[in-house]
């Protein structure tokens, strides 16, 4: 990859970290304060919902920006956003309804849903990963050949 790349990349990378971080820090404050006015009540759903983006965004996209990783093809990228965003509300609603002393079978879709696009996201990172020949980002400095 051209110098240029490397830099797309990396920019790619600070926003997407950015913005989970936002999330995880969202989560946190809604569930804090959503705990002030549950009347002694709590959820773990709520509680830890700040998890799924911190484990699921955070985590991984500093892993590959740290191990210098190309940006994963935007189908990955977008089916994995929505299967945490997914994830993430599922927590928050179903803490909601726990809160509220009730329950739906419905917020089961949720974690099929959210399980299953990030999932998707995943293995199809994985797979064109792995199709086209590394993930690696290569240094091609002062070299202007193509394969």
């Known amino acids: 990859m051209f110098t240029s ?9 600070l926003t997407v ?6 999330v995880t820090l969202f989560c946190v404050l809604f569930g804090a304060v959503y705990e002030v006015f549950g009347h002694g009540v709590f959820s773990f759903y709520m509680l830890y919902a700040f998890a799924v983006p911190l484990v699921g965004g955070v985590l991984p996209f500093f892993l590959l ?6 940006y994963p093809s935007s189908f990955s990228t ?8 997914t994830l993430t ?6 803490g909601a309804l726990e809160i509220y002393g009730t329950s ?3 917020t089961a879709v949720y974690w099929i849903a959210g399980g299953a696009l990030a999932a998707i996201g995943l293995v199809s990172y ?12 290569k ?9």
Not at 17 to 22: E, H, T
Not at 126 to 137: N, T
Not at 139 to 147: E, K, N, Q
């Open 104 to 106: 739906s079978p419905l």
């Open 5 to 13: 790349d490397t830099k797309k990349n990396r920019e790619r990378y």
């Open 17 to 22: 970290l950015a913005l989970y971080l936002a």
């Open 78 to 85: 977008r089916c994995y956003h929505a299967g945490l965003a």
């Open 126 to 137: 994985l797979l064109l990963g792995s199709l086209l020949g590394g993930m690696k980002e």
């Open 89 to 94: 509300v599922g927590s928050l609603v179903t």
């Open 65 to 70: 920006m740290k191990h210098k990783r190309a």
């Open 139 to 147: 240094s091609v400095a002062g070299d202007c050949r193509r394969p």
